[in-house]
């Protein structure tokens, strides 16, 4: 399950209980937050992230977004912005999974000294690319960012993450099937065109928090692969919350073929 732009600070009691209820009736084998878990990178809303995301019971990785930075405390900007951060989710700002049929990678898009563009590094791209390469053909492998890799709307161009095309190319030809990101508040899967390999860019919207965009409703990504797909690749379902009924229903579903598991 992917869970993003959390906002702590902003969110919603309705839409978190029934984000709890949603992940207690589909038992995720992992959760990832991609990113603006809080507001304003206060310590309370990183408690109340952590507290929340403690309580669902499930193993989860975590990377920060921008708005996980202080933005008006600029001595911790510069001198240690991820202070906070740390105290809340651990030391670890690029954490990797692995299991039998999944592996995904985290990046730390995030800079102190921008406001709220990202970037990949040559460094990071290089590290991606080799963790990648040793994949099995068994698994699903993912990179989890927080800006976005790609876009479907001319004007949020503008949050692409610096450094994407080269990422994409390394990514694809080391073996990546999908990027995650968050960071605009649109869910979207959109295909890659151009690289060695099929590659798809899935994007989810804010899951729990006040800000949503003129007519998108808090969303989170569910992903399923292999037997629990059905569909001999990997299924990518968009669970959009609906203030009629107070929970999360399924409002798309997407078919994706990685072409090592055809």
Same mark, same amino acid.
């Given at each position: 399950?992917?869970?993003?732009?959390?906002?702590?600070?902003?969110?919603?009691?309705?839409?978190?209980?029934?984000?709890?209820?949603?992940? %207690?009736?589909?038992?995720?084998?992992?959760?990832?937050?991609?990113?603006?878990?809080?507001?304003?990178?206060?310590?309370?809303?990183?408690?109340?992230?952590?507290?929340?995301?403690?309580?669902?019971?499930?193993?989860?990785?975590?990377?920060?977004?921008?708005?996980?930075?202080?933005?008006?405390?600029?001595?911790? !900007?510069? !001198?240690?912005?991820?202070?906070?951060?740390?105290?809340?989710?651990?030391?670890?700002?690029?954490?990797?999974?692995?299991?039998?049929?999944?592996?995904?990678?985290?990046?730390?898009?995030?800079?102190?000294?921008?406001?709220?563009?990202?970037?990949?590094?040559?460094?990071?791209?290089?590290?991606?690319?080799?963790?990648?390469?040793?994949?099995?053909?068994?698994?699903?492998?993912?990179?989890?960012?927080?800006?976005?890799?790609?876009?479907?709307?001319?004007?949020?161009?503008?949050?692409?993450?610096?450094?994407?095309?080269?990422?994409?190319?390394?990514?694809?030809?080391?073996?990546?099937?999908?990027?995650?990101?968050?960071?605009?508040?649109?869910?979207?899967?959109?295909?890659?065109?151009?690289?060695?390999?099929?590659?798809?860019?899935?994007?989810?919207?804010?899951?729990?928090?006040?800000?949503?965009?003129?007519?998108?409703?808090?969303?989170?990504?569910?992903?399923?692969?292999?037997?629990?797909?059905?569909?001999?690749?990997? %299924?990518?379902?968009?669970?959009?919350?609906?203030?009629?009924?107070?929970?999360?229903?399924?409002?798309?579903?997407?078919?994706?073929?990685?072409?090592?598991?055809?």
């Amino acid at each position: 399950m992917q869970i993003s732009d959390t906002h702590f600070g902003t969110e919603q009691p309705q839409v978190m209980a029934a984000l709890t209820s949603l992940v %207690k009736e589909q038992k995720p084998n992992l959760v990832v937050l991609s990113g603006d878990i809080t507001q304003r990178a206060k310590p309370a809303q990183f408690q109340a992230a952590r507290s929340f995301m403690d309580s669902l019971q499930i193993p989860f990785l975590a990377i920060p977004g921008n708005h996980d930075i202080s933005l008006l405390d600029i001595w911790s !900007r510069l !001198r240690n912005p991820y202070v906070r951060y740390i105290a809340a989710f651990g030391s670890e700002l690029e954490p990797v999974y692995s299991s039998p049929d999944m592996m995904v990678i985290c990046v730390n898009t995030t800079r102190a000294w921008r406001h709220k563009h990202g970037e990949l590094s040559a460094s990071q791209i290089a590290r991606v690319a080799d963790v990648l390469s040793r994949a099995s053909a068994e698994q699903l492998r993912i990179v989890v960012v927080h800006q976005p890799i790609a876009v479907t709307r001319a004007t949020d161009a503008i949050h692409v993450l610096l450094g994407h095309t080269e990422a994409l190319t390394a990514w694809s030809a080391a073996g990546a099937d999908l990027v995650m990101g968050g960071h605009i508040h649109l869910p979207y899967v959109l295909p890659l065109s151009g690289l060695a390999r099929p590659m798809w860019a899935v994007q989810a919207g804010t899951a729990i928090s006040s800000r949503v965009r003129s007519g998108v409703p808090n969303s989170i990504n569910i992903l399923r692969w292999g037997s629990d797909a059905a569909v001999g690749g990997c %299924k990518i379902e968009q669970w959009d919350f609906s203030n009629k009924n107070s929970t999360f229903e399924i409002a798309k579903s997407y078919e994706v073929f990685p072409s090592h598991q055809k």
